[in-house]
């Protein structure tokens, strides 16, 4: 098992920065991908941004730009760095990490934290 803690959203300006944290911690091994998502109310859960264990990323569109993340392996954390932030980027931000057991992929998500954006 993988657990997931986040950490660091809260309530900010439109224009503004936050910075979240994501430790994975338990059995750690094989995880590959790390990434956000975010589920706005009446809205789907949709990605924000994924980054392998390698240290290529991919981001939504309308996140490109403005949003960067970035992964630390010997801490076993995945960072999301969201600058300019918009009204539409309010909702819950979902950690999420994929581990190989066996060549199968299983998905841990974090428990989420919300991003307020307002003024």
């Known amino acids: 098992q993988v657990q997931l803690v986040e950490s660091g959203g809260g309530l900010v300006q439109p224009g503004g920065s936050l910075r979240l944290s994501c430790a994975a911690s338990g059995s750690i091994f094989s995880i590959y991908d790390m990434g956000w998502y975010r589920q706005a109310p009446g809205k789907q859960r949709e990605l924000v941004a994924r980054?392998?264990?390698?240290?290529?990323?991919n981001y939504a569109d309308s996140v490109k730009g403005r949003f960067i993340i970035s992964r630390d392996n010997a801490k076993n954390t995945v960072y999301l760095q969201m600058n300019s932030l918009k009204p539409e980027d309010t909702a819950v931000y979902y950690c999420?990490?994929?581990?190989?057991?066996?060549?199968?992929?299983?998905?841990?998500w974090g428990q989420g934290t919300q991003v307020t954006v307002s003024s």
């Open positions: 980054i392998t264990n390698g240290g290529s990323a």
């Open positions: 999420k990490a994929v581990q190989a057991i066996l060549y199968k992929p299983y998905d841990y």
